[in-house]
């Protein structure tokens, strides 16, 4: 009953546009207020003790080296590779965009930073080049996906946070169903390209074996670094966290020393955004650890996976059920939240199906990403759409094709679990 | 009013950039001494400690340049009128959430001060704690001055 308030208020806050992580935190002090049986200043505790967990730290770590590499001048070499490895093709920039996302997500753990990044640089171009603005937004939103879960990734440490999973082996678990993200990009961006006839007059410009080599040389830097993170993961040598600290380090010599662009104005430009982006990230994070020791208390993980389970107990029947309610629930909320509130609620149900936490982890990971380019809650469409200045019914028209490839890649990963377990069977 | 906002922006941007490189500083040093052999085990718990004051203090920050993020496509499609009406009324009942918060975070720090934090026995808890009540207080600041800005117009 108390939980009941506590969600209508969710509700009726959410659309009346009060920022997320304050509605997370007056639904949950609504329920501390009605549930008289928990003394109230536990409300208070809630806050800190929702960001006292030691994994948590790669977040504005990852986001720090990811606007450090911006400012190093490593994000615009990987543009000059993505280029010269695609840009022969139909649709050149749309393809660029694919390579991009796959190489920052490498260096990068947030699919909405590489969105943001890559419509202020590709979408000048891709208008001078015709190509219509639902299919550039479409693609540069959708893209972008594979960013988030190829390591490191945001998501991922939300996921390990919520759901006591080892963040060391989910990254090393998103490589390949990452990869494949991107590389379903590519496959429905030709499809498209093709149809609408982009580029037609640059078709077959291959670049010289020697370009490649030169622009490879030159992201050698940045290539070298998911190298090295995957490297100490599968090692064991750093736990997540520290990885994370390497990077930022790592982005500062290389901008510092070797590139020698990085300045010192923009350098504490990026200490400051990444705090700001930081503090927006784990506010959502520390007021939702009032909601979720609500659910725990009220034992909803219990019920539901004895509700869910008495339903059916066939595996596969049950994970398409909670795929779906993910889908939707990615539709309508914003993807943080989703992952602290629904991870604890399922984890717990298709661990007793029988399924791989880890493996659960990457599949609920990739369609909360998917939530964030469907309307009408998409972080990602609206990223791009309001740098744009593109109507979001355009950029629809063109974005259910990638949809639904990304739709039909979580299938295959469900049903095919070692794409993601058997790089994590090779650990240890 | 905006001059004394414009300096509390810059005090917490210079308060967040120390804060994140000693906190990238501390995990970054103790990775290294553990991997040569001197495992250290207060810098990490600090480290945690001081994340509290960054996402606080940076929260109010992000409050200040509206980067919360929200649901706005409902609120989008209503007359300006009643768009303006329910922003006033949310403003204020977000406002009166962060007072009680900043009410029951000063209890905190209160019940706290005689606690060790994580062992580090210079370092009371309620010094780390403190950051929910500063943080949440700062906000309320800020909420103020923004529901003025609104009704001078």
Known sequence: ?428 | MQRVMAFLDRVEVAVCQGLLLVIVGLVFVSALLRYVGYPVNWTNALASGLFVWLIYIGADRALRRNRHIGMSSLVDRLPEKARNTIELVMTLLVFLFLVIATYLGVRMVLANTKRVFEEIFFLSYSVIVAAVPVGTGLMCLTLIAKILEKVRG
Request: aromatic residues 10%; charged residues 10%.
């Open chain 1, 1 to 428: 009953m108390q939980l009941l308030y506590a969600a209508l208020t969710f509700v009726v806050l959410l659309l009346c546009n009060v920022p997320i992580a304050f509605t997370l935190g007056i639904a949950g002090m609504v329920y501390f207020l009605s549930q008289t049986s928990i003394p109230f200043p536990i409300v208070a505790q809630r806050l800190v003790a929702g960001t006292q967990s030691f994994p948590l730290l790669a977040v504005p770590f990852f986001v720090l080296a990811g606007h450090l590499m911006n400012v190093s001048g490593i994000t615009k070499r990987l543009i000059h590779l993505a280029d010269v490895l695609v840009g022969h093709l139909p649709g050149a920039l749309a393809q660029v965009s694919c390579v991009l996302s796959m190489f920052m997500g490498g260096v990068s753990g947030s699919s909405n930073a590489d969105a943001a990044m890559e419509t202020r640089i590709l979408l000048p171009e891709m208008r001078r080049r015709g190509y219509a603005d639902g299919f550039s937004a479409a693609v540069l939103a959708c893209s972008s996906l594979s960013t988030a879960i190829i390591p490191p990734s945001i998501g991922l440490v939300l996921y390990g946070f919520a759901g006591q999973v080892s963040v060391g082996k989910l990254f090393i678990a998103g490589i390949i169903p990452g990869i494949l993200m991107g590389v379903t990009m590519m496959g429905v961006t030709h499809w498209k390209a093709i149809r609408y006839g982009y580029d037609r007059d640059r078709q077959g410009k291959r670049s010289s074996f020697r370009e490649v080599l030169s622009a490879l040389r030159e992201s050698i830097w940045a290539l070298l670094f998911p190298l090295f993170l995957v490297t100490t993961l599968r090692f064991g040598i750093f736990a997540p966290v520290e990885a994370a600290a390497f990077a930022v380090v790592y982005a500062f010599c290389v901008g510092k020393f070797i590139h020698r662009e990085l300045t010192w104005e923009k350098f504490w430009e990026a200490i400051r955004d990444a705090a700001e982006d930081n503090a927006v990230i784990m506010l959502i994070v520390s007021m939702a650890a009032i909601l979720m020791y609500a659910l725990a208390y009220e034992k909803v993980p219990v019920k539901m996976s004895t509700f869910i389970l008495g339903l059916t107990n066939h595996p596969f029947l049950l994970m398409l059920a909670i795929v779906s309610f993910l889908f939707v629930a990615g539709m309508v909320m914003e993807g943080t939240v989703n992952t602290l509130l629904l991870t604890p609620i399922f984890l717990p149900i298709v661990r007793a199906a029988g399924f791989d936490p880890v493996h659960f982890g990457v599949i609920m990971a990739i369609l909360i990403q998917i939530g964030g380019v469907t309307p009408p809650v998409g972080v990602n469409m609206y990223t791009v759409c309001s740098l744009g200045n593109i109507k979001v019914e355009e950029y629809i028209r063109e974005s259910w094709a990638y949809v639904g490839a990304l739709l039909a890649l979580v299938v295959v990963l469900i049903l095919v679990p070692q794409l993601s377990l058997a790089l994590v069977g090779l650990m240890r």
